[in-house]
């Protein structure tokens, strides 16, 4: 299985694309379509050069593509390929090590249609900032989406 164009734009849409770097919520930096490295694995500066959207969907394309690798090897049940794109996304926005430590991932599991997921999933809606964990909008809205996508 793999990501699917429904899991590109997921991720795109709540990362939004930015040409230049910028510093995200938590403070890194980050370009494109919510990267934070390039596909050589270097961290992205607050000085690298702007990048062009079809050069940000390539980035982030790469990376969906990675943590489809990494969710593959980390779930032991079948998913549909809507429970497949939402993990990817959420994987993509957390990290890997974070879904592997997830009470969400051991959910899924054990039985990937308890309705009880959809919790596992909303209780990561919160950034560092400033050293505080913070309940974000924007977090909150994409757990939502990813969810629903998670049970249609």
């Not at 429904?6 to 980050?30: D, H, I, M, Q, W």
């Not at 390929?81 to 599991?109: E, P, R």
């Amino acid at each position: 299985m793999k990501p699917s164009n429904n899991c590109y734009l997921l991720v795109r849409t709540f990362e939004g694309y930015s040409a230049n770097p910028y510093l995200c919520p938590t403070k890194v930096p980050t370009i494109g379509y919510g990267n934070t490295e390039y596909e050589n694995g270097r961290k992205v500066t607050l000085q690298d050069p702007s990048i062009d959207v079809e050069k940000a969907k390539t980035l982030s394309a790469f990376y969906i593509d990675k943590f489809g690798v990494d969710v593959k090897k980390v779930v032991t049940k079948p998913l549909t390929q809507n429970q497949f794109d939402a993990l990817v996304s959420f994987a993509y926005n957390v990290g890997i090590g974070n879904l592997k430590a997830s009470t969400l991932l051991k959910k899924v599991n054990l039985n990937p249609i308890d309705e009880t997921i959809r919790t596992e999933f909303m209780k990561w809606d919160k950034g560092t900032i400033n050293g505080k964990k913070v309940k974000l909008d924007g977090l909150t809205k994409r757990r939502k989406k990813e969810s629903d996508l998670y049970y249609l």
